[in-house]
């Protein structure tokens, strides 16, 4: 949806074994875990790349003792990523061996060519499962570039957490850990097979003195918070968003706000995942701080696929519509109900699974719509429908995700309309939240999430951010309140049990 605007049409950056050489072949690899390459694609002045040549990825595994992911990602290393999906993959994976970024409305496409020259050369050594996959995300908004959502530079901005988050941003770690179906993996990468296998070596040999499991730690403890949006803001936002919404083409649209938390402790990123994997063993869980000029690191457990593609097989989802938990298994189905049986929320819910379907129809030969669900989370429940398809040829899941992002469960209808009615609006700067984030593989394969349930974490602050759909009929404290059921995941990690929550739109705090 997100065509309109931006500056940048510009091809973004290779970087391979963190030299630094953005636009070039790398070229002696720069030991292990160097510093990490710069973005020229920040700069919307710079000129285009030079063509790139191709140039060779070896990568080699062996199979590892359980050892602690929360340890890997601990060690001072630079660049880190995680990914867990709910169906059991993880993988942690430290360093640079190739990095693709990109901005504007193109840099889906600019990625993908980037990472096309970069994977046309690798030579595996591993089993499937173990092989080197490059992990990032994109931006939400075609026009992010390190400025806010309102054009203003950061410098002037106020507070945005997103500073250094390029518009695409993805690496293909040196080193990756890979656990699935009860077995874990250890991959080497480098531009070369003898740095490959030397590296393979020298992290087993380091990984064996690593502990097998480590503590998850406890909640660094809520100093204050800060809001970007009182509730007369939001109210005053929701009414011109339901006027836009009588008025004009729009009939859907999601507005969003964030929660600055000032935390009493530092917070230990990958601790606070692995509490939250406690409590929502059903959705994924991402860190991204790959990133040596990025502010923060980009964390979250969103519930949410926004596609996942093996060979010609796609499987995506239309997830709106949202309700509390409730205190017994009968509220509890009562609210489910009434999820169901609301014609709005249905309404809602429909026009997300009716946009993908035509997004998806003219790619897929067969395209199958399960029967609507209702997915229950520790806090919160939503409607969902599992969508999947059969593709017609061959494609990159970046392509998909080109497609697909933002559906409406995060933007609106109709797309341009909603986009614009975001930028309006909103008074933050949305970043990587809401927007795809995930992995890619040599083959075009990947899987990708919502960037919802997610924030940035600086050492003593988090930014967490959180959304609701508006329909014609929306109540502006309905929807302040269920914004508030999405910023819980995280807040709750970040308080010991049994401190006060935060109060809703009519002033009652909710207890965690
Ligand atoms: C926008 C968010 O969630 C999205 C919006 C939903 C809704 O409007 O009901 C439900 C699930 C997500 O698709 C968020 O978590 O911030």
């Not at 504007?104 to 050369?121: L, M, S």
């Not at 309102?150 to 695409?168: I, L």
């Not at 729009?250 to 402790?265: P, R």
Request: with cysteine; aromatic share 6%; charged share 25%.
């Amino acid at each position: 949806m997100n065509r309109t605007s931006g500056d940048g049409q510009l091809p973004g950056t290779v970087d391979r074994e963190g030299t630094g050489e953005a636009d070039t072949n790398a070229g002696a690899d720069a030991g292990a875990d160097a510093d990490i390459g710069t973005d020229a694609g920040s700069n919307s002045r710079s000129p285009p790349a030079p063509a790139l040549t191709p140039s060779s990825l070896h990568s080699c595994s062996r199979e590892l003792a359980d050892v602690s992911f929360g340890a890997i990602l601990d060690t001072d290393d630079e660049a880190r990523i995680q990914w867990a999906t709910p169906d059991g993959l993880e993988v942690v994976g430290r360093g640079v061996a190739a990095r693709f970024t990109a901005r504007g409305p193109d840099r889906f496409e600019t990625v993908r060519k980037q990472a096309e020259r970069t994977f046309a050369e690798l030579d595996h050594d591993g089993p499937t499962v173990a092989r080197p996959r490059a992990f990032g995300g994109l931006s939400f908004h075609d026009s992010h570039d390190g400025r806010d959502n309102r054009g203003r530079d950061t410098d002037t901005a106020s507070n945005t957490p997103w500073s250094g988050f390029a518009a695409a941003s993805f690496v293909v770690p040196r080193v990756l850990v890979t656990r699935c179906d009860e077995t874990t993996w250890l991959t080497a990468v480098a531009r070369d097979a003898e740095t490959a296998t030397e590296r393979l070596h020298s992290w087993h040999d380091r990984l064996a003195d690593f502990p097998a499991m480590r503590p998850s730690g406890s909640a660094p403890g809520v100093a204050a918070t800060e809001r970007t949006t009182s509730p007369a803001a939001w109210t005053d936002q929701v009414e011109r968003a339901l006027q836009r919404i009588e008025t004009t083409a729009l009939t859907k649209v999601v507005l969003a706000q964030s929660l600055s938390v000032s935390l009493e402790e530092s917070i230990d990123v990958p601790a606070t995942l692995e509490r939250l994997r406690r409590q929502y063993p059903n959705c994924y869980r991402f860190l991204v701080d790959h990133d040596a000029d990025a502010s923060g690191t980009f964390f979250g457990t969103p519930p949410e696929r926004l596609v996942s593609k093996r060979g010609d097989h796609v499987e995506t989802e239309a997830l709106a519509g949202s309700a509390p938990r409730g205190e017994t298994p009968e509220a509890d189905e009562e609210f489910a109900d009434r999820l169901r049986d609301s014609e709005k929320v249905q309404h809602e819910h429909g026009l997300v699974a009716d946009a993908i379907r035509e997004q998806l129809t003219p790619l897929a030969r067969k395209l199958t719509i399960d029967e609507q669900t209702v997915r229950r989370l520790a806090t919160i429940q939503h409607l969902q429908t599992p969508i999947d398809a059969t593709l017609d040829g061959d494609r990159h899941v970046l392509e998909l995700v080109e497609t697909l992002h933002p559906t409406p469960a995060v933007g609106g209808m109709p797309p341009e309309a909603a986009w614009e009615t975001i930028r309006e609006t909103e008074t933050f700067d949305r970043g990587w939240y809401a927007a795809p984030i995930g992995w890619f593989d040599g083959d075009g394969d990947g899987e990708f999430a919502v960037g919802l349930r997610s924030g940035v974490a600086t050492d003593e602050t988090v930014t967490l951010f959180a959304g609701n759909g508006l329909v014609a009929d929306s109540d502006p404290a309905a929807e302040w309140n269920e914004v508030q059921l999405k910023f819980r995941p995280i807040l709750d990690e970040l308080q010991p049990a049994g401190a006060d929550g935060i109060e809703d739109i009519t002033g009652d705090v909710h207890s965690q």
